[in-house]
């Protein structure tokens, strides 16, 4: 059972206090554990928009798992510093959302590409385009690698693309088994592109 939207990047930093002090000051996470205690839930988390949050929840309690939307992308990789390392010493699991950032890693570049709801900047735009040469001369789709690329850390156990049709759902089951060359995420890490300490799905397979 996830908490929905208790973040900043919902409420604002003020509204996020407010928003932790109604769960442990009046009860609601004193239900949940009850829930949870009780067998009548498996677990309990948040689905929230910033990383941020779930590192303090985990800090305050005891949580399952999350699932958090984008923050963990071929774009972004702050969690590795603090955050995906704690989910690793308190073996909580990750519901990675949004891996395309709103859609921009799905569409590559192109004219009124958006990340995070709004338009893309012209640097970040050329952040893409950099990404998806790398990925071309290794003739994958970039949309490919950005599906598959959060799974290759461990703390992340499950990814949702979203999808409006059937169609879309089959796309994205073809994207995400699609094999990748072991050279890409090499050759992404010597470019600069994603973060030398990014586990890699390649990794993941060879450590199985």
């Known amino acids: 059972m996830f908490l929905h939207d208790i973040d900043a990047g919902t409420h604002g930093e003020d509204g996020e206090n407010d928003k932790l002090r109604e769960l442990f000051d009046h009860g609601g996470y004193r239900a949940l554990t009850e829930l949870r205690d009780a067998g009548r839930i498996a677990g309990i988390g948040a689905g929230v928009n910033t990383w941020q949050i779930c590192e303090r929840l985990l800090h305050e309690a005891d949580f399952d798992g999350f699932l958090l939307a984008g923050r963990y992308t071929l774009l972004e990789q702050e969690p590795l510093d603090t955050f995906l390392p704690l989910c690793i010493e308190r073996d909580v699991g990750i519901i990675l959302g949004g891996p395309y950032n709103s859609g921009i890693l799905a569409t590559g570049a192109v004219e009124g590409a958006r990340i995070d709801y709004a338009p893309a900047s ?41 999808a409006s049709t059937s169609d879309e759902v089959r796309q994205n089951v073809e ?26 799905p390649q990794e993941a397979k060879d450590a199985a």
């Open 122 to 162: 012209e640097k970040m735009l050329q952040r893409v385009r950099n990404l998806s040469e790398v990925c071309t001369a290794h003739n994958t789709p970039l949309i490919a690698a950005a599906l598959q690329f959060p799974l290759g850390h461990a703390a992340v156990k499950s990814v949702i693309p979203g």
């Open 175 to 200: 994207i995400f088994e699609k094999p990748l060359p072991h050279g890409l995420w090499s050759d992404l890490k010597s470019e600069g592109l994603i973060r030398q300490d990014a586990p890699t």
